[in-house]
């Protein structure tokens, strides 16, 4: 029994639904996104309820059943409210730039690391120590952001690097003196 796959979805006003075969597209303020519905998974459209069932009790079909309608749900906060992660930089000379469509970051390398930015992200720098990763596809933000982590990970004796606003960063004891 899945408790989330059971639940149904109910569609925002601002958020229209379009099925085609197995193929599903939500469109809202934010953006479009679509997604590929297994063919074990079939969706029920009411009004604004969105429905989800599966066609046995087949392992794969049970677990597919609840992860398609979190992406479906995901999609729909998505187009509407969107998503966001914000990366803070610590360290001395550590910062970040946008060049166009380029976040520049220099993060104690040899040479400042540049990384394209993805279609369909807004990565803005409101100072040179925070990004803010915004979108509507809540994989692409999240990876993205992931990726500019990965950059110079949070060290655990002064904290330098890279990480998420909020992020716990386990700090040891630095060796002492006799």
């Given at each position: 029994?899945?408790?989330?796959?059971?639940?149904?979805?109910?569609?925002?006003?601002?958020?229209?639904i379009e099925l085609v075969?197995?193929?599903?597209?939500?469109?809202?303020?934010?953006?479009?996104?679509?997604?590929?519905?297994?063919?074990?998974?079939?969706?029920?459209?009411?009004?604004?309820?969105?429905?989800?069932?599966?066609?046995?009790?087949?392992?794969?079909?049970?677990?597919?059943?609840?992860?398609?309608?979190?992406?479906?749900?995901?999609?729909?906060?998505?187009?509407?409210?969107?998503?966001?992660?914000?990366?803070?930089?610590?360290?001395?000379?550590?910062?970040?730039?946008?060049?166009g469509k380029k976040l520049?970051?220099?993060?104690?390398?040899?040479?400042?690391?540049?990384?394209?930015?993805?279609?369909?992200?807004?990565?803005?720098?409101?100072?040179?120590?925070?990004?803010?990763?915004?979108?509507?596809?809540?994989?692409?933000?999240?990876?993205?952001?992931?990726?500019?982590?990965?950059?110079?990970?949070?060290?655990?004796?002064?904290?330098?690097?890279?990480?998420?606003?909020?992020?716990?960063?386990?700090?040891?004891?630095?060796?002492?003196?006799?």
């Amino acid at each position: 029994m899945s408790r989330i796959g059971n639940k149904a979805i109910v569609l925002p006003s601002a958020a229209s639904i379009e099925l085609v075969e197995n193929t599903i597209t939500v469109k809202g303020p934010k953006g479009q996104l679509s997604f590929e519905i297994p063919a074990c998974i079939s969706i029920h459209v009411d009004g604004a309820n969105i429905t989800f069932t599966r066609e046995s009790n087949e392992k794969t079909h049970r677990s597919l059943h609840g992860t398609t309608r979190a992406i479906i749900n995901n999609m729909v906060v998505g187009v509407t409210e969107g998503y966001e992660k914000i990366l803070e930089i610590e360290g001395t000379g550590y910062r970040a730039q946008l060049q166009g469509k380029k976040l520049v970051v220099n993060a104690g390398y040899s040479h400042p690391v540049e990384m394209e930015i993805p279609e369909g992200l807004t990565v803005t720098v409101p100072n040179p120590t925070e990004i803010h990763v915004a979108g509507c596809d809540k994989e692409l933000v999240g990876q993205f952001a992931a990726e500019v982590r990965i950059i110079r990970k949070p060290e655990p004796y002064k904290g330098k690097g890279i990480h998420y606003r909020g992020e716990y960063i386990r700090r040891k004891e630095g060796k002492t003196a006799k």
